[in-house]
């Protein structure tokens, strides 16, 4: 087998199981709220937690996975979630369970830029959307398999079986990435930006820590600041010779948008599993086994058309199908006028609809409703994402693809914690600060109905983000 081809089975599973970290934890969030006694918020924060430090560490993580090679700072990596994994099953308290999971996010925020860069690395131009298109597989097989695997688990062996279960893949991946003779370094012999990185972090654990906490004056006080210190991070890496992001990336329209739309699409889509699972768990009635069963179908969508869309991408230009996964699908035909004005796209789709869908589900909603919902959700995003990432990774120099991979990475990431962010408001202003009991389950609908229209919104401007810069050249071209 090729070398490139291990490479990229290599990053495929990473991908499945960076995501599985956090996605299946998520299931057996009842299971650890049952053990720990954790209020709403709390619950949300499990989440929250692990996906802020991977949005703070991305950027960073990029720089140094250049400068001393994308394989051994994978390696350091995996050794690092197998230890944090084994100390977060020991752990006795919530608190001491929120850090395990801060710290397993400094690991998969550095799995996550090296996975994405060794892949575009390895690869040609002309096969990079395939390949990019497979590893993304990964991580809409972790989406859909870790639901079920955890639910499962959770079921029949307690929570704790899910972190555990990680472990022996990671360190098969060690003995496949040992055998891997490439090593990609693009930043050997410069220096790190440790001012840009330090201000960096600072800057994005404000404004999005600020963020979920918008109900409060402190939110709004921290939120402003973060913005403010994220303004002087562009302002020192404009002035620095060797900067740890180059912002001067984003005066590139192609890169700009997608980075844009990847946001807009995140921000808009990943509170849904956690609204789904609260909905089967809670308002519903399964145990987590049944409810992981029910949450795969969106991700199995995602799983087959996910490669399929990155190998269109390689022939057709990647904005547009993008555009198509996030806004096609709601055509209406005008009466009475010429063939060629016949059809009319409206700017929502498969995505927006199933967004809309799922604002109205209720205490009475049918699991077919659900189900059919979740299948335009699946449909919509799994034409999305690998076009997009596409063209991120193809509109800079190569030297720069861990720069890129780290601004995948990060927005992705800064997309999915506002999401929950969103989420975690709307408790707040709705529901207060109360447990998850069967008084509450009211409220808990009325918080998921109105975040889901919120989520509409941020979908259509992901439609026209993906629009933008269509016949613009990436400075990789």
């Not at 990019?132 to 989406?143: D, K, Q």
């Not at 600060?433 to 992901?462: G, H, R, W």
């Amino acid at each position: 087998m090729e070398s490139k081809n291990i490479v990229l089975i290599i990053c495929a599973i990473l991908s499945f199981f960076t995501v599985f970290a956090f996605n299946a934890v998520m299931i057996a969030v009842p299971s650890i709220d049952a053990e720990y006694g954790m209020n709403n918020i709390v619950q949300n924060w499990v989440t929250i937690i692990f996906l802020l430090i991977v949005a703070a560490i991305s950027v960073p993580a990029g720089q140094v996975s250049g400068k001393y090679g994308l394989k051994k700072v994978s390696i350091i990596s995996i050794i690092f979630f197998i230890i944090i994994s084994i100390a977060n099953v020991v752990v006795t308290t919530s608190e001491m369970f929120l850090v395990c999971r801060l710290l397993m996010g400094v690991s998969i925020a550095f799995l996550n830029v090296t996975s994405m860069a060794m892949v575009v690395s390895a690869f040609e131009p002309h096969e990079r959307g395939k390949a990019i298109g497979i590893n993304i597989t990964g991580v809409y097989l972790g989406l859909s398999l870790s639901p079920v695997i955890a639910g499962i688990l959770d079921f029949q062996l307690g929570w704790r079986s899910i972190v555990l279960f990680s472990i022996p893949f990671m360190v098969l991946l060690l003995a496949m990435l040992y055998k891997v003779k490439d090593e990609w370094i693009t930043f050997e012999g410069l220096p790190l930006d440790i001012k840009g990185s330090l201000v960096y972090i600072v800057g994005i654990l404000l404004f999005i820590y600020g963020f979920t906490r918008l109900n409060e004056p402190i939110g709004v006080i921290l939120t402003v600041i973060g913005i403010a210190v994220l303004a002087l991070f562009a302002y020192i890496e404009i002035r620095s010779d060797y900067p740890v992001f180059d912002v001067r990336f984003f005066k590139n329209s192609k890169f700009l948008s997608s980075n844009f739309a990847a946001l807009c699409a995140y921000l808009a889509t990943f509170a849904v599993t956690t609204i789904l699972n609260y909905h089967l768990q809670y308002i519903k009635g399964y145990d987590s086994q049944m409810s992981g069963m029910i949450l795969i179908v969106a991700p199995l969508f995602q799983v087959v058309l996910a490669p399929l869309a990155g190998r269109w991408s390689d022939k057709v230009n990647p904005q547009i199908l993008s555009a198509v996964g996030m806004g096609l699908g709601t055509i209406s035909l005008i009466g009475g006028i010429s063939t060629k004005k016949t059809f009319k796209v409206v700017g929502m789709g498969l995505g927006t609809i199933s967004l809309l869908l799922f604002s109205l589900l209720d205490a009475d909603t049918s699991l077919i409703f659900l189900i059919v919902s979740m299948v335009f959700y699946g449909v919509g995003f799994g034409l999305f994402s690998s076009p997009n990432t596409n063209v991120i990774m193809s509109s800079v120099p190569p030297q720069a693809t861990p720069v890129a991979s780290a601004s995948v990475s990060t927005v992705r990431v800064v997309g999915q914690t506002m999401s929950m962010g969103i989420l975690t408001l709307v408790f707040a202003f709705v529901m207060g600060n109360v447990p998850m009991t069967e008084k509450y389950f009211p409220q808990l609908i009325a918080s998921s109905q109105i975040t889901c229209i919120i989520c509409v919104v941020l979908c259509i401007a992901s439609v026209f983000a993906s629009l933008v810069g269509i016949k613009a050249k990436g400075m990789g071209d």
